[in-house]
């Protein structure tokens, strides 16, 4: 039990009153004479008796009221095990939901400003003194502080809708790890969310048996969202001329069938491509489009379709390179491969030299074959390894004949279908596909310095082809020559793609698509000065005139881009010469929620949560209510008038003749 008014129980000194009062209670006395004293001695030891019990009785009941009295006013309270408040310094961090989601329509408005009048009310729960944290979706570093209360509120005025979208166990865990760094003996968490299924991981939740963490549900309202998932541009590399394929993911999270959706390919802002598409309800349909291109460098696009109320997911933005003619050089010891001269004669998107000599420059090439080389000088190695670590591709066919060769006929057996080389090319995996056969190969690649992966297997173990990473490029080497002598695999259908694949991905192509909020790092294209870091600025003047210096950092050979939430807004962005899209999550567009006792059910077993359901009732009296524990004044009370009831009971009793 412990008391809310202290201070109050000095009144328990009263009792010394009633005490002081009945040891100090002389009574006056008169003779009266009488003949016969006899009958009278008898009456008065019966009398004396009765006059003390009923003495010691006034005594006990009135210690007991003044007792009961001061309690009342001392307003005891026996705590729940859950919310018992220990001596010492709170803490208080509230998390407010800015996500999309929040921007619901509710009685007071959005959800979101629901949620900031919920976080005021709150606050009234607790002291002046307290510290305050106040913690939204996007998870800044400036909210990892303690405020005043004063601070607090006037930080509330400043929450507006976000685009991040983090997981609930996420929140709380951060929650904690920052109420555990203050070393406050009492550490109140508070989330106030819509608590929407694709964001809140309740089993997920972390368990700190120092930390209170009260879960304050608003009803979200669950509408019809039709919303672009996901867009796929995955060719090896565009070229002016040539003709890109987009394939956009619709999905449809209402009730109703969506019919005839109209989608709009815009490229550089202007339309390029136009398609309709019908999505089942709780489903998704894929839509395939087709446009041209034109130019060489970057192109920005973006895909849209209309659909109201949630809006932020109806357009995917992306960003393509579209460059010149690969460049590929095989370097021969004195005869071009004739396979390799048909396959890339008069190709305009690859153009082959052949030459037996390793160029001094090597940054125009993007693909080199090592064709039955003799071992390179070591500058010349030293010049090719930097060259593939810095993005090059190199392929690696042997001469015959050297250690680990062995003679013999083997069939391949197996091919990685998985592989990029691949990607696209078959429409389905058959066991009848004519694969190449090897009439004398090696058994350990002369490349196998490197850490290997088979792409074609041979019967016996052995690869037939294989694939290494260096740094950011690749080293492909085959076990055999590409001569007729030693495999067919030069006259089958399956050596076009994968020479041809091997070409095209040798450009390293950079990601068309960046989601907002993850915080992963982004591989950048170009090279940059550290110490004059570029701008990154939005194109678009639909975006918000936001410009600032990212976070660039070097990373062996590559530069990286490490955001830290300071982008909000989806779009195309420009960092030096290239450009980089952003898209929103697209965890918000399910637009479904947990009902507050679907929440409650949830946290049964999981000790130190709770739930606050009731969004009618001042957030600050509910708290006070619950963390006040059962309050026993109100017994107090009772068992005062009680107490004084029986004084006046036993008074009247000694009145009686």
Request: aromatic residues 8%; proline residues 6%; negative net charge.
């Amino acid at each position: 039990m412990i008391f809310t008014n202290p201070a109050f129980l000095w009144g328990l000194l009263a009792v010394l009153i009633p005490i002081a009062v009945h040891l100090l209670n002389f009574h006056r006395y008169r003779t009266v004479y009488f003949s016969n004293v006899a009958r009278l001695q008898e009456l008065h030891t019966e009398s004396r008796r009765s006059s003390n019990l009923r003495r010691w009785l006034l005594l006990a009941v009135r210690i007991l009221a003044i007792a009961f009295l001061v309690l009342a006013f001392a307003r005891p309270v026996i705590p729940d095990r859950d919310t018992a408040t220990r001596s010492g310094s709170t803490v208080v961090s509230v998390f407010i939901d800015n996500s999309f989601s929040m921007e619901s329509a509710s009685q007071q408005g959005s959800l979101i400003d629901e949620a900031v009048r919920k976080a005021r009310e709150l606050v009234t729960a607790y002291s002046v003194g307290d510290r305050y944290q106040l913690l939204t979706a996007d998870l800044t570093g400036v909210q990892m502080r303690w405020l005043s209360r004063d601070e607090f509120l006037e930080a509330l005025d400043e929450v507006k809708p976000s685009a991040a979208s983090p997981l609930l166990s996420d929140v709380v865990r951060r929650q904690q790890a920052f109420m555990a760094s203050s070393g406050a003996a009492n550490r109140h968490a508070y989330v106030i969310s819509d608590f929407q299924h694709s964001t809140t991981d309740l089993d997920a939740l972390p368990t700190d048996s120092l930390a209170l963490v009260t879960f304050v549900p608003l009803q979200g309202t669950e509408a019809d969202n039709l919303f672009i998932d996901t867009l796929v541009l995955d060719a090896p590399a565009y070229f002016k001329g040539g003709s890109i394929a987009v394939e956009a993911t619709v999905c449809n999270s209402g009730s109703r069938d969506a019919e005839k959706v109209p989608l709009k390919l815009l490229v550089g802002g202007h339309e390029r491509a136009l398609a309709t598409v019908d999505v089942p309800a709780g489903a998704s349909s894929k839509v395939l489009l087709r446009f041209a291109t034109d130019t060489v460098g970057w192109l920005d696009g973006c895909v849209t379709i209309e659909d109201y109320p949630v809006t932020f997911d109806d357009s995917y933005h992306f960003a393509l390179l579209v460059g010149e003619s690969i460049t590929m050089l095989e370097l021969h010891s004195g005869t071009p491969n004739a396979a390799l001269a048909r396959l890339f004669a008069d190709d305009s998107t690859v153009s082959l030299r052949a030459s037996q000599h390793l160029p001094s420059s090597l940054a125009d090439i993007s693909f080199i074959v090592l064709d039955e080389m003799p071992e390179l000088p070591s500058g010349e190695q030293q010049q090719l390894a930097a060259w593939v670590a810095d993005g090059g591709t190199q392929l690696v066919i042997p001469k015959p004949g050297l250690s680990t060769w062995s003679n013999g006929t083997v069939r391949a057996n197996s091919i990685d279908y998985d592989n990029i080389l691949f990607r696209g090319v078959f429409s389905a995996q058959s066991d009848d596909m004519e694969l190449p056969t090897v009439h004398g190969h090696y058994t350990a690649l002369p490349a196998s310095h490197y850490p290997l992966s088979t792409i074609i297997s041979l019967a016996d173990g052995t690869p037939f082809l294989a694939v290494s990473a260096s740094g950011a490029g690749r080293v492909y080497c085959f076990s055999t020559p590409l001569r007729d002598e030693y495999t067919d695999f030069a006259s089958q259908a399956l050596f076009v793609p994968t020479l041809y694949n091997m070409a095209l991905y040798s450009r390293p192509q950079p990601v068309p698509c960046h989601t907002l909020g993850t915080g992963d790092p982004i591989v950048l294209q170009g090279r940059y000065d550290l110490n004059t870091p570029p701008q990154l600025s939005p194109v678009s003047s639909q975006v918000p005139a936001l410009s600032f210096i990212p976070d660039v950092r070097r990373v062996g050979d590559r530069y990286m881009l490490v955001p830290h939430g300071e982008l909000t807004e989806a779009g195309i962005y420009t960092l030096g010469s290239e450009h980089l899209a952003f898209n929103h999550p697209r965890r918000e567009s399910q637009m479904e929620f947990l009902a507050p006792d679907e929440v409650a059910d949830a946290l049964v077993n999981h000790y130190g949560y709770s739930v606050v359901a009731n969004a009618e009732r001042h957030l600050g009296e509910t708290l006070r209510a619950r963390d006040g524990g059962r309050s026993l004044w109100w017994l107090c009370i009772l068992l005062a008038l009680a107490a004084l009831a029986a004084e006046t009971v036993i008074l009247r009793l000694n009145t009686k003749p």
